[in-house]
């Protein structure tokens, strides 16, 4: 079956700017997770979603970072005020339940800011 | 202090050369404990789940092991398809859903 899709795959932006990314999970997942990852490193969490609303948002950076599920399904995460050190791969993530289960993650989206 | 730990950052073998990662854990209350390979350019493509130690887990030429305070990732005669980032996670009582990563081992296999 199809797997979790994002868009777009790559996206480059400038400085003070405002990005959409967008993530697409497995059907019927409830839970969708969102993580960045830094060349080098490993994911880092951001925030997770269980159905429509965030279950945990403590690995948000700041206040420049939102994210949304209004359906239970896609979910959109939003940057404003782009920074460079914002540049990295976003990845999402979707899981049937929660604690613990086995996730399954979209390719990403390289966000490059310059 | 890292909650989880990979080592070695790097590892190369020649094909059929068998070794073993390895994800260590600082943690208390583990849920589970994940491995994933990563291929560059691409997200993590999940390979085992470990709930509880003692517990083992195989495919093909890859075998996860569990301890308490570590898990081992064993590559029997690998190929060079196997070459990859290969990743550790975390699910344990602070992290409710999410998952806690090591930064990973790059491993590279030579024909």
């Known amino acids: 079956g199809a797997g979790v899709s994002q868009t777009p795959s790559n996206k480059v932006t400038e400085k003070g700017k405002y990005v959409e990314l967008r993530c697409d999970p497995i059907?019927?997942?409830?839970?969708l997770y969102w993580y960045r990852q830094s060349l080098g490193q490993g994911p880092e969490f951001l925030i997770y979603f269980q159905g429509t609303g965030a279950a945990d948002d403590s690995g948000l950076p700041n206040d420049r970072f939102f994210a949304v599920r209004p359906e239970g399904s896609v979910s959109t995460l939003k940057i404003q005020r782009t920074e460079r050190g914002d540049s990295a791969v976003y990845l999402c993530?979707?899981?049937?339940?929660?604690?613990?289960?086995?996730?399954?993650f979209g390719p990403g989206t390289r966000l490059t800011v310059l | 202090e890292d909650q989880v730990t990979q080592s070695p950052e790097a590892l190369r073998l020649q094909e059929g050369e068998s070794s073993s990662l390895n994800c260590s854990y600082t943690?208390?209350?583990?849920?589970?404990l994940f491995w994933y390979r990563q291929d560059p350019g691409k997200g993590p493509e999940f390979l085992f789940t470990l709930y509880s130690a003692g517990e083992e887990k195989e495919k093909e030429r890859l075998k996860a092991t569990l301890t308490k305070k570590e898990s081992f990732l064993h590559i029997t005669a690998p190929k060079p398809e196997d070459s990859a980032t290969y990743l550790c996670?975390?699910?344990?009582?602070?992290?409710?859903?999410?998952?806690?990563f090591g930064k990973g081992t790059k491993l590279s296999v030579k024909p």
């Open positions: 993530a979707s899981s049937m339940g929660v604690r613990p289960d086995t996730q399954y």
């Open positions: 943690v208390s209350g583990l849920r589970g």
């Open positions: 059907s019927g997942h409830t839970a």
């Open positions: 996670a975390l699910n344990y009582g602070g992290s409710q859903g999410n998952l806690i």
